[in-house]
């Protein structure tokens, strides 16, 4: 606190004084302000400061992409960029070789975060083409692009292969079984590791004649039966991979119980048109007994992969006999009072023609087989 | 604080004694030369001024602001993120003698500033809890009411926060609440800028305001 003036100044208080005026000079002296004066009292806090900073990214300079084939498309990584504790989103875009440029890694591919890394995958790359692939740090707010690093610098070159030497769709995984020994829809979920394109094949083999009805979204291929006493159905249906990620199936199911399961066909690298089937599909019953011997399939399209399917009912064992055909699937399972042996192989297709089937043997079993083959590309 | 003003004056309670005297005798012994004397064991006279005394109250907060990216605000501010901490300041005042209530602002730092004074900087309001604005975006108001754009390096004296004195027991809750715009463009990366007010409070007896008005400058008080 400062005091300017507090009381009367000795020469002040001596001329009032003098002049009789004392008792007035008192009452003044008591007063913070002396009259005609414009000292007063006051008091300030000691300041007070607000400091604020803005963020700045780091590190400093935008990560390099490095990119790397991969089954469908081309996989790109990169350092992340930070700014305070905002959320950093990436902008990522390729040039090719023609010198034109777009946008990738958006919307359901946008890139993520994982162990220190960021990244996404371009699966709209085209096969025979040259890319290279910059990306930019950007903070978005309220929807409003605000501050930005500079672009990476561009990344080495990749070149997507040109001609497609092997299958253009490779079996990758197969969901778990879902049985039901009821009607009314089952949910499967799409094999772990499903990507937008992959090729689904949905398998579902029942001990009772009633036909499943078709799931949305999906292609049927074969859908048969039998009937009488050793009655069965076998069903196959077919779609490109989405981001629903499950699919709704009802198998008509009764006490004899139903198997399903979904079948994943990753697109190799540089595969990017979606699947379609590679020729008519081969169906039929094959009479009672230890094997049976399907009809291949002929393809209308090279680098076609035939999926083959046997299935009989109350057979104790499985197994594929003679043929080129790998097995992906041999199980015996029964959700219900019925045995259902189910067996899945495929086979690669390099060129046109008709493709041979495999033998299946089983054990234990009087019923029909049921079978189909499917070419996809 | 408290201070106090105490004024023993023996000898000066003395000589308007003496004075009178005389001029008694002047008027009444004319050609006589009498000699009055008298010896007074003086009484001690204590005489206690007001006093003018500002701190803080239990409301003020650290003032601790986190870094900023664009679109960032203060809970109080009204738009943006507005999850950023207020500012705030309770000012209590503890004088006896009545009080004008103002405040000192300035912005510091480097001459590349988080603060521009324009709408791509950032952007304050200093508020009191009577609802006076000091500072509103970038500018306060003078005298005349006039909004001025604040400059980093000058500090703007005296701006009154309410219209009438506080008096002993009176608090006032002054809060900063702040913005950066997502307007702001990639040059304020990094950036900072440092506010610093200094409250102040001045005697209200024999020191009108005089047309001052709450939330502008006053010039007519004298703050220290």
Redesign the interface.
């Known amino acids: 606190?400062?005091?300017d003036h507090?009381?009367l100044t000795?020469s002040a208080?001596?001329a009032r004084?003098?002049a009789?005026v004392?008792v007035a000079a008192?009452v003044a002296?008591?007063?913070?302000?002396v009259?005609g004066s414009?000292?007063?009292?006051?008091?300030?806090?000691p300041?007070?400061?607000?400091?604020?900073?803005?963020?700045?990214?780091t590190p400093p300079s935008a990560g390099a992409v490095t990119p790397t084939l991969v089954p469908g498309g081309v996989a790109l990584t990169w350092t992340p960029s930070a700014?305070?504790?905002?959320t950093v989103t990436y902008r990522v875009q390729r040039t090719d070789d023609l010198g034109a440029t777009m946008a990738v890694c958006t919307g359901a591919s946008a890139p993520t975060a994982s162990s220190g890394t960021v990244g996404c995958v371009d699966s709209t790359v085209q096969p025979g083409r040259t890319y290279r692939y910059v990306q930019q740090p950007v903070?978005v707010?309220?929807g409003?692009d605000?501050?930005?690093q500079p672009q990476s610098a561009p990344s080495l070159p990749v070149t997507v292969p040109t001609v497609v030497t092997g299958p253009r769709f490779v079996f990758a995984s197969a969901s778990t079984a879902a049985t039901s020994t009821k009607s009314g829809p089952v949910s499967l979920p799409f094999p772990a590791g499903t990507v937008d394109g992959d090729l689904l094949v949905l398998i579902s083999f029942g001990g009772r004649s009633t036909l499943p009805a078709l799931p949305v979204g999906w292609n049927e291929a074969a859908s048969l039966s039998t009937k009488g006493s050793d009655a069965s159905h076998l069903y196959v249906a077919w779609r490109s991979a989405d981001s629903s990620g499950v699919a709704t199936f009802d198998a008509q199911s009764n006490a004899a119980g139903t198997v399903t399961r979904l079948f994943r066909y990753a697109r190799a690298t540089g595969v990017t048109d979606p699947p379609v089937l590679a020729g008519p599909v081969a169906f039929g019953v094959a009479s009672a007994g230890a094997t049976a011997a399907p009809a291949g399939v002929a393809t209308t399209a090279a680098s076609a992969t035939v999926v083959e399917v046997a299935a009989i009912r109350g057979a104790a064992a499985i197994r594929l006999g003679s043929g080129t055909l790998s097995a992906r699937l041999t199980e015996v399972v029964a959700p219900g009072r019925v045995p259902l042996a189910v067996g899945v192989a495929d086979a690669f297709a390099p060129s046109t023609g008709p493709s041979a089937g495999a033998t299946w043997q089983q054990d234990g079993s009087t019923a029909d087989w049921l079978w189909a083959s499917v070419a996809f590309r | 604080?408290t201070?106090r003003?105490t004024?023993r004056?023996r000898g000066?309670?003395r000589?308007?004694v003496l004075?009178?005297l005389a001029?008694a005798a002047a008027g009444t012994g004319i050609g006589t030369f009498s000699l009055f004397t008298d010896v007074q064991t003086p009484a001690a006279?204590t005489?206690?001024?007001?006093?003018?005394?500002?701190?803080?109250g239990s409301a003020t907060s650290s003032?601790t602001?986190?870094?900023?990216?664009?679109?960032d605000s203060s809970t109080g501010w009204g738009s943006g993120?507005a999850d950023r901490p207020v500012?705030r300041?309770e000012?209590a005042y503890t004088?006896s003698?009545d009080?004008w209530l103002g405040v000192d602002v300035?912005v510091d730092g480097a001459a590349t500033n988080?603060f521009t004074g324009g709408s791509d900087g950032?952007q304050l309001k200093l508020r009191t809890d009577a609802g006076v604005t000091v500072l509103d975006g970038t500018a306060y108001r003078d005298a005349a009411g006039t909004a001025r754009t604040l400059a980093v390096g000058t500090e703007v004296e005296g701006i009154l926060l309410a219209d009438v004195p506080a008096v002993t027991g009176d608090t006032v809750i002054v809060e900063?609440d702040?913005l950066?715009p997502?307007a702001?463009p990639?040059a304020?990366?990094?950036?900072?800028?440092?506010?610093?007010?200094?409250?102040?409070?001045?005697?209200s007896?024999?020191?009108p305001v005089l047309g001052c008005v709450a939330g502008r400058q006053c010039g007519t008080i004298?703050?220290?």
């Open positions: 606190m400062r005091h507090l009381g000795p208080c001596r004084a003098w009789g004392a008192l002296a008591a007063t913070p302000v009259a414009a000292a007063a009292f006051f008091d300030a806090l300041p007070r400061t607000a400091s604020m900073a803005a963020a700045a990214f700014a305070g504790a905002a903070l707010r309220n409003v605000t501050w930005s | 604080m201070t003003s004024a004056r000066r309670r000589w308007p004075a009178l001029v006279n005489f206690e001024s007001g006093t003018v005394q500002l701190g803080l003032c602001v986190p870094v900023l990216v664009p679109g993120s500012c300041i000012l004088g003698a009080a300035l988080l950032i900063l702040y950066l997502t702001a990639n304020m990366q990094g950036r900072d800028a440092t506010v610093t007010f200094t409250f102040r409070a001045a005697q007896s024999n020191q004298t703050w220290g």
